[in-house]
């Protein structure tokens, strides 16, 4: 019984990949070549005002069709002053 709990708990960490943490700013290229495919990506950009959402969430859609692996879910979140797009990482340009 012991092992198959052990077994359990070891396989979650066998196959979860890495998380890509990107703020939209200086260096958002670099920081998305270092991202390898099947990782997590975790995108947030900080807007200012309202009448930003929009250009946030169009940004985000084009991170999305550039940089996610459609096969999965892609979730775009707006809270307040963060957006942020999470989703499975597959560079679409290689």
């Known amino acids: 019984m012991k092992k198959i709990l052990l077994l359990l708990l070891l396989i979650p960490n066998l196959v979860i990949a890495k998380t890509c943490f ?6 958002t290229y670099d920081k998305l070549k270092a991202c390898e495919d ?9 807007k200012h005002g ?4 929009a250009v946030a969430k169009a940004i985000l859609i084009q991170k999305r069709a550039s940089y996610c692996d459609l096969v999965h879910e892609a979730y775009i979140e707006q809270v307040g002053p963060l957006s942020a ?5 597959k560079n679409h340009s290689k």
Not at 50 to 53: A, I, K
């Open 22 to 27: 990107i703020h939209e700013g200086k260096n």
């Open 50 to 53: 309202e009448s930003n959402d």
């Open 38 to 46: 099947g990782d997590q990506l975790h995108f947030t950009i900080t």
């Open 85 to 89: 797009l999470t989703c499975i990482f």
